[in-house]
């Protein structure tokens, strides 16, 4: 069993950053891979891919939307996954979500685009970006 927590959501004007962290409870954290996800508040929308980093840190993969914006990392020592959010966009607006993909992650690269193949997800972490 695995517990997300996501922190550092907020209020940021267009071309500002914000750093979303999500700590993880369990001793076996080393060993999930770790995605990241958002849905905007539209009617319909459904939850979009961000970022996902593999256990080691070694892999990490990015929505077109958001690559050379952000940034994914882990820090197996401390229980948590970062995303570093830079030149963010209106667009980027939405409810952010860490995710947690194991014990042993059961896929690699266009796996974890997949809310589906996630196992744990946190309450997550309220994004607005003003114009």
């Known amino acids: 069993q695995v517990q997300l927590v996501e922190s550092g959501g907020g209020l940021v004007q267009a071309g500002g950053s914000l750093r979303l962290s999500c700590a993880a409870s369990g001793r076996t954290f080393s060993s999930y891979a770790m995605g990241w996800f958002r849905q905007a508040p539209a009617p319909g929308k459904e939850r979009e891919f961000v970022?996902?980093?593999?256990?080691?840190?070694?892999?990490?993969y990015y929505a077109d939307s958001v690559k050379g914006r952000f940034t994914i990392s882990r820090d197996n020592a401390k229980n948590t996954v970062n995303l570093q959010m830079n030149s963010l966009k209106p667009e980027d607006t939405a409810v952010y979500y860490c995710a947690a993909d194991g014990p042993v992650s059961r896929g690699a690269g266009a796996y974890y685009r997949f809310p589906r193949n996630y196992d744990y997800w946190g309450q997550g972490t309220q994004v607005t970006v003003s114009s």
């Open positions: 970022a996902a980093i593999s256990w080691s840190g070694g892999s990490r």
